[in-house]
Structure formats: structure tokens, C-alpha cells
């Protein structure tokens, strides 16, 4: 008998922790698994934060830690708001959480009331639908086309405000699409926004330095967008800190104030040694990470390139993030090797089981009609991952 919560028996695996964990299952089975499902940079944590964690252990940092971070950490963060992104906080509007995933979830907790609707642009990331369903909101995808690069117009968005809606999530650039919306763009929505003074955004910026086009831009730095903007950030990807867990908000106070008690009633503060490792990592420039992001462009080419000769991908060029997120409905109805292919997600199991790589399906991000491959690999692997697909499509 089932005596697990509603909530459990109705809450969705995350896809692309599921993707990992078959693929895993695959190697642990002798399987030549090519993993292109997770996103997660291949390059090592730069030694220079690796150095500050270990001189943090050698100086005794092992007690709780404050639940909305250290001081000198909040303090960096600002620094880096004001460095990066023109924007200008203050102590009370930080919060540093164990990851960004937390950080989202403690907003959706302190913001949403049953009922409440959140504006989704099709794709998003995969949690964010499940967050808001965990607590009792509910989420509303907005299509967007490769054609539109991903990205949900003013017109678009105005026709899918109600009186129920409380907040719109997105992130640019976007996983899984790998999409930068433009000040220009934004603006678009802000000004939508502005004939409903009751919306909430939250702009999710945590691939903000893997940017091939230059020129970020925060939807807050717009100074009627302030103080209804929640900006999450943090440094699992750009400083390659996936398994540190710390991400950060930037928020109105109140909002902010309420995230730290709802924080301290389930995890109280992030890990200390992560806390004073990411200090050094935001008081560095972004420059110290060009590196990673010159060879995530050399990549983009290559699996654009590659794919481009496979028949049936429909590609467009991402300008940030490290995924392409190609349509791949040409496959819809057809059988390969005896398999029939009805949508994305048996299209993605299909490459796992006949080509031995793992993607993601597109329908865990909002979007039936694509895959999600993550080009955080070596060119090597990535080569040899599209040749097999190709091979096993042929």
C-alpha cells in the first residue's frame, strides 16, 4: 500500500538526473556511454579556488555558517552585481544558498499561493515547472519557435497574463536553448509588465559569463523592473563549481528577508568551505574564465557543423549556455532498427540504446519537438558521439 504524499506520487523525476542515472546504469553494464545529458562543465574548478577552499580548512572554518551567508561573501556578491551587472544591492537583499536550485525553490515557497500562475517560456529549465507545482502554483508554457531563437515576444507574453498571474521565470541564456535575450528584447517585456504592476519576475542568470555574443543584460538594471526582479546567479558554471552548491540572490528586501526564513527552517546556511572558496572566485574577474568560455565556442561550431550534415536535425546557433537544442520531428513516425519513433522522448532513448549517447528530451523542458545535447565535452567526444548518432540514424 502507497503511503507516500500526493505531492511525492505526483512530482516528476527530473529528466536529466534520470538521463545520468541510465546512462550510468549503461557503463556500469560494460556500455561505451558517451554523456551528453548533464549540464556540466568538463574543466576542472580553477586552482586559484581550489586554493582558497584549502586555506579556508586550514584555517578552522567548520562552524555553522549564517543562514543567508557570510557577510564577506554578501559582500563579494555585491561587488560582483555592481562589476557585472550595474545593479546595486545592499547586505539584506543578498541570500546565498546551497545552489541555485534552492534558491528558486525558496522563492516559489515564499511568493506562491495555491492557485497562483507562473508564465513559463517554452523551453525552460527542467525544474521549474515541478518547483512551482511543489508549491501549488501553476505553471503556464508559452511556445516559443527555433525560427524566434527561443525567446517569447511582448505579444506573446501579454496574451498569456490573467488575473491569476504572479510571476514570470526565465533564464538568458536560456538551458536548454541556449537563447540571450536582448536589452532591446527585454524591454519589450517591461513594458508589457508595467500595465500589470502585480507581476514578479524572476531572471535566472547563472550561464550570464558563457556568452558568445557579449553584452549581458539583467531585466532589473531597467530601473522601473528593480524592485519586482529577483536575479539568481551563482558559480556552477561559469567557474565549473557544479557539486560546491552555491548560488546567490539579488532581491527586494522583503522578498530576500523571507527567503532567509524559509531557508533557515530547512537547511539553515550553505557549507562553509564552499562559502569562502567562492569569495576569491567573485572578487577574480570574469576574464579568469575566458578560457572555458573561448573552447565552449570552439565546441559550438564543431556539433553545429556536425549535426548540420545529419538529415532530419533542425538547428539554430545558441549564443550562450553550452547546449544546442535542435528539432528532431522529422524522425516523428518513422521506425529505426525496429523501433518506433513517436516523439522526443523515444528519440532520445533511441540515440542511448543504438548509439550509445545520452541527450535529454526535449518534453522535460516544455518542448515535445526537440533534444537537449550538452556540447560540455571534449571535441573528441563530441565528434565521436555525432558520428554514431549519424551512423545510427543512417
Known amino acids: 500500500m502507497n503511503q507516500l504524499s500526493d505531492r511525492i506520487n505526483n512530482l516528476a523525476t527530473s529528466a536529466t538526473l534520470a538521463m545520468a542515472a541510465k546512462a550510468r546504469e ?50 563579494a556578491i555585491i561587488t560582483k552585481f555592481k562589476r557585472d551587472n550595474n545593479l546595486s544591492y545592499t ?8 545552489g541555485a536550485k534552492q534558491a528558486l525553490y525558496n522563492i516559489a515557497s515564499v511568493m506562491l499561493n495555491e492557485g497562483d500562475e507562473v508564465i513559463l517560456p517554452c523551453p525552460y529549465w527542467v525544474s521549474y515547472s515541478d518547483i512551482i507545482k511543489l508549491n501549488d502554483g501553476v505553471p503556464v508554457e508559452v511556445k ?21 498571474t504572479k510571476m514570470i521565470w526565465y533564464s538568458s541564456p536560456c538551458n ?33 559569463h558563457i556568452n558568445f555574443k557579449g553584452g549581458h543584460f539583467s531585466m532589473a538594471e531597467f530601473e522601473d523592473m528593480y524592485d519586482r526582479t529577483v536575479t539568481i546567479n551563482g558559480v556552477s558554471k561559469a567557474f565549473a563549481m557544479t557539486g560546491w552548491r552555491i548560488g546567490y540572490i539579488g532581491a527586494p528586501d522583503w522578498i530576500a528577508r523571507a527567503c532567509n526564513k524559509i ?4 537547511t539553515s546556511g550553505a557549507n562553509c568551505i564552499a562559502q569562502r572558496a567562492v569569495i576569491t572566485a567573485l572578487e577574480a574577474p570574469a576574464s579568469c574564465v575566458k578560457y572555458m568560455v573561448d573552447e565552449f565556442k570552439v565546441r559550438r561550431k564543431l556539433i553545429l557543423d556536425l549535426l548540420s550534415e545529419i538529415e532530419g536535425f533542425k538547428s539554430n546557433e545558441p549564443e550562450g549556455a553550452f547546449y544546442v537544442f535542435p528539432n528532431i520531428s522529422a524522425y516523428f513516425g518513422k521506425t529505426i532498427k525496429g523501433k518506433t519513433i513517436n516523439n522526443a ?8 540504446e543504438e548509439a550509445l549517447v545520452a541527450t535529454v528530451t526535449g518534453e522535460a523542458f516544455g518542448n515535445p519537438d526537440c533534444i537537449r545535447i550538452s556540447y560540455a565535452a571534449s571535441q573528441e567526444q563530441i565528434t565521436e558521439a555525432i558520428k554514431r548518432i549519424k551512423a545510427a540514424l543512417s
Open 176 to 208: 536548454p536553448s541556449g537563447s540571450v535575450y536582448s536589452k532591446e528584447e527585454l524591454r519589450a517585456l517591461a513594458d508589457v509588465l508595467q500595465k500589470h504592476p502585480n507581476i514578479y519576475v524572476v531572471s535566472d542568470e547563472i550561464y550570464e
Open 26 to 75: 549503461l557503463r556500469a553494464e560494460g556500455k561505451d556511454i558517451i554523456g551528453l545529458s548533464l549540464g556540466e562543465p568538463d574543466f576542472d574548478t580553477p586552482d586559484f579556488i581550489k586554493d582558497a577552499a584549502i586555506e579556508a580548512v586550514n584555517q578552522n572554518y567548520n562552524s555553522y555558517t549564517p543562514v543567508d551567508g557570510y557577510v564577506e561573501l554578501k559582500e
Open 263 to 266: 531557508q533557515g527552517q530547512v
Open 345 to 352: 522522448s523515444d528519440f532520445s532513448l533511441f540515440l542511448l
Open 91 to 98: 547586505l539584506p537583499q543578498i541570500v546565498v544558498s546551497t
Open 144 to 164: 516559443t519557435s527555433i525560427e524566434n531563437d527561443f525567446k517569447m515576444t511582448a505579444a506573446q507574453l501579454e496574451a498569456a497574463i490573467t488575473p491569476k
